[in-house]
């Protein structure tokens, strides 16, 4: 989902380094940069008037802005996309930070855990609001699928999902099963549909009463309708969502008056709006920015998204991110959002975490 604003011959080489300059600065310190502050950073041997023309050509192609109450400029969303695409370069992640990542994942032992644990982390390491994000349980897919006699006519159905969350359902049956039809049964289930979400299996099984094999095969029948039962009307698990850090971005000067800080404060709020977003990234592989304008959300409170979904490429299993102002350093929330994505999908993928 990076999306692709401005090639990268609109800009000659004086301008792409003046743009990269006054992101740069202006993700330092917040202000907004003026031509006298170019020329005294001693990149440039340019007069602070040759400067100024070519922050208004920027200015004319949307890259910059010139705030109000100031005779700087600013970064607009346009010109931090032409940055994070052609111009930035993103910094590796120190081996303090990528031990500080592996050694808390890999210590926790429940899916409940390791999420609030990462989006602690993101928050922590990077200083704006870490967002974790795990969908509903029909999204998930299935492991093994797991039947146990526990009393007359009911049957205790164990549905592990791959990300480790376990699901029991108490299925009554009209007719009695053996133990060893059990058995058949679950082992049966769990070959034929395993990494297939639970939906997806009761669709494929109810299709599957129409066939002519199983018109004739009783065990077969069995088997259907028993499936059907386990993963049928399964209460599913609410969003599970993580935000840790609203209070990190709430000393940034972009939202330091009362107005925009009670602002900021309802939009972490807004649980179903940013839900929204996360699912949205659900379907692109690879790491993912949003900035500004490129998302409803985003837009409304000026807001930058760095995301990456975790799990398989067959299987996304949900979003970890990091969420803060357009003023982001994104050279250095990048790698880390990589970093932690993919520690994360590690973990699962050992599949020894507990629901």
């Not at 989902?1 to 004086?14: F, N, P």
């Not at 850090?245 to 709430?250: E, K, P, T």
């Amino acid at each position: 989902m990076v999306q692709k604003i401005g090639s990268q011959d609109e800009l000659d080489v004086r301008a792409r380094d003046v743009l990269r300059e006054i992101i740069i600065q202006h993700v330092s310190t917040g202000e907004a940069i003026s031509s006298r502050s170019l020329a005294r950073c001693g990149r440039f041997s340019l007069s602070s008037a040759s400067l100024r023309n070519v922050m208004a050509d920027l200015e004319d192609l949307g890259y910059l802005q010139q705030p109000h109450t100031s005779a700087g400029r600013v970064p607009t969303d346009r010109g931090y996309r032409f940055f994070i695409n052609h111009l930035m370069t993103s910094r590796a992640l120190t081996m303090r930070e990528r031990e500080s990542i592996d050694d808390q994942v890999g210590h926790a032992d429940e899916i409940d855990q390791v999420l609030h644990l990462a989006s602690t982390l993101l928050s922590k390491l990077s200083d704006q609001v870490g967002v974790v994000f795990m969908p509903t349980l029909l999204q998930f897919t299935v492991r093994s699928v797991d039947f146990v006699p526990i009393a007359e006519n009911k049957i205790m159905a164990i549905i592990v999902g791959v990300n480790g969350v376990v699901v029991n359902k108490i299925v009554e049956t009209r007719e009695p099963f053996t133990r060893d039809e059990l058995e058949k049964i679950s082992r049966y289930l769990s070959v034929e549909f395993t990494g297939m979400t639970l939906d997806a299996i009761r669709r494929r099984l109810i299709r599957m009463t129409e066939e002519e094999r199983a018109l004739h095969d009783q065990m077969l029948q069995k088997t259907i309708a028993l499936g059907i039962e386990a993963v049928n009307d399964v209460a599913p698990v609410e969003h599970e969502l993580y935000v840790e850090g609203a209070a990190s971005i709430l000393t940034k000067p972009e939202f330091n008056d009362a107005h925009s800080m009670r602002k900021t404060f309802l939009a972490l709020q807004e649980k179903e709006r940013l839900i929204t977003i996360l699912e949205s990234c659900l379907s692109e592989d690879g790491l993912q920015i949003l900035i500004g304008s490129e998302s409803d959300f985003t837009q409304l409170h000026n807001f930058s998204l760095v995301a990456r979904r975790y799990g398989t490429h067959e299987t996304p299993l949900g979003i970890v991110g990091i969420l803060g102002p357009m003023r982001m350093e994104y050279a250095r929330i990048t790698p880390l959002v990589d970093y932690l994505s993919r520690a994360l999908s590690r973990k699962i993928e050992e599949g020894d975490l507990q629901g």
